[in-house]
Nanobody, 120 residues
Framework: VQLQASGGGLVQAGGSLRLSCAPSRHIFTINDMGWYRQAPGKEREFVAAITKDGITNYADSVKGRFTVSRDNAKNTMYLQMNSLKPEDTAVYYC???????????????WGQGTQVTVSS
């Protein structure tokens, strides 16, 4: 199974984008999910996370501007990004702890990344 992130693009500062992350095929369930980003020349950094029960956590740099959510019925996670700034420009990656079947233990997966570019 692969995690597929989508929704990136080019937007002006102050604009909004909504990212999505979902597995490529049917799976049993997903526990914790998260978003990370990596800007050119920088290390990957945490952006936001959400548990299966909907408890969220955010990096200080995005609090009040980004909202992470999920639809457990669709096994899909979203990242609503508002008031975007040029410093938000990065490749955004999702990750998730996935159980492929009810008999499996969870394994950690990374998505392939989606580019977000914010122009000034």
């Amino acid at each position: 199974v692969q995690l597929q992130a989508s929704g990136g693009g080019l937007v002006q500062a102050g604009g909004s984008l909504r990212l999505s992350c979902a597995p490529s095929r049917h799976i049993f369930t997903i526990n914790d999910m998260g978003w990370y980003r990596q800007a050119p020349g920088k290390e990957r950094e945490f952006v936001a996370a959400i548990t299966k029960d909907g408890i969220t956590n955010y990096a200080d740099s995005v609090k009040g501007r980004f909202t992470v959510s999920r639809d457990n019925a669709k096994n899909t996670m979203y990242l609503q990004m508002n008031s975007l700034k040029p410093e938000d420009t990065a490749v955004y990656y999702c990750d998730a702890d996935i159980l492929l079947s009810r008999y499996d233990e969870s394994d950690h997966y990374w998505g392939q990344g989606t580019q977000v570019t914010v122009s000034s």
